[in-house]
């Protein structure tokens, strides 16, 4: 069994079907189909069962699987070796992140790291903090950047920075002028409110109940570039870290008001990494770059007015 079928397998087994694998691997459904029915023979044994909704692994798959994820990680990991001993950092380092941090902080570091290490390629994925966390666990991507709440235990939260949920308005939105806010003060008007965020979308609509004050949820989307233009045209309240609005802030057409009285102000932003699994040198040295990057944020305008709202 050669890296290429690893690979295909792999795929399949989370994607969860031969077509979604196809579209991913831009490789024929009949190709990886005769590959996987191939290593079937070989084994003596099925690695899937084939069923109405798709393929679901059976016991041996599921310890194909283990086998694939540890064998394609070391291979890697051999890799980089391989390129240290040229001097070189090279590879692919796979990255699970939150999409708020797409919209700078992440370009802005991956673009240093190509110009110090231009071999090495990356892969980005985006998602909700359960999604990153078992990316990472499940060894979909080699480090993931997330909010310090649940995780697998065979990762761990590294490189912690406060990261606070706050109130985002237009600058001519009532709340503007606060110092800071409570969600009831939010609820009073329209909510522009983030899907697929479990847990964070369940906090806020839980602390609200609470309050008895649900407010009017004007719009819902898991793409932060859907709820920006509204929040712009004062159209209601979001709840987002300063990252997602990082040129906004700082040109004043969107204002970061804190949350007080609410567990959403006091969430810490940082690095997921495998427990267990060794990472490649390239890995390491992005990990390490990415800590720097975090800390750096502390001294941000918009992390000052935090600090100051936690001072007083």
């Known amino acids: 069994m050669h890296a290429a079928f690893l690979r295909y397998f792999t795929v399949v087994a989370r994607a969860g079907s031969i077509r979604a694998a196809s579209e991913q691997l831009h490789v024929a459904s009949s190709a990886i189909s005769r590959q996987i029915q191939k290593v079937e023979d070989e084994l003596g044994t099925p690695l899937f069962e084939r069923l109405p909704g798709g ?86 991507a080699d480090l993931g950047i997330t909010f310090s709440l649940a995780r697998p235990e065979d990762t761990e ?60 949820v004007l719009a819902a989307s898991n793409n932060l570039m859907m709820l920006k233009p509204m929040i712009l045209e004062g159209d209601g309240v979001a709840f987002y870290t300063p990252l997602g609005m990082v040129h906004e802030l700082a040109e004043g057409s969107i204002v970061a008001v804190p949350l007080a009285g609410t567990r959403l102000g006091g969430l810490e932003l940082g690095l997921l990494v495998p427990r267990r699994r060794k990472l490649t040198q390239a890995s390491e040295a992005l990990v390490a770059q990415l800590t720097e990057g975090l800390e750096a944020l502390r001294e941000a305008p918009w992390m000052q007015k935090f600090n100051a709202l936690e001072r007083a």
Do not use: W
């Not at 802005?108 to 071999?119: G, N």
């Open 55 to 140: 393929l679901r692994l059976t016991q041996a798959g599921k310890r194909l699987l283990a086998h694939a994820d540890r064998t394609l990680n070391d291979f890697e990991v051999l890799k980089g070796e391989l390129g240290a001993l040229r001097g070189e950092k090279t590879g692919t380092v796979s990255i699970a992140s939150l999409d708020s941090l797409l919209v700078s902080f992440l370009p802005e570091q991956v673009s240093k790291y190509h110009k110090a290490h231009p071999k090495v390629d990356f892969r980005v994925r985006t998602g909700a903090h359960g999604t990153v966390a078992t990316m990472v666990a499940e060894g979909e």
């Open 157 to 216: 939260f590294i490189a912690p920075i406060p990261m606070p949920l706050m109130a985002m308005v237009a600058r001519d939105h009532p709340l503007a002028e606060r110092e800071s806010v409570t969600l009831s003060d939010c609820a009073a008007y329209n909510l522009l409110l983030q899907l697929d965020t479990a847990p964070i979308r369940s906090l806020i609509e839980m602390e609200l109940s609470v309050l008895n004050r649900t407010g009017r």
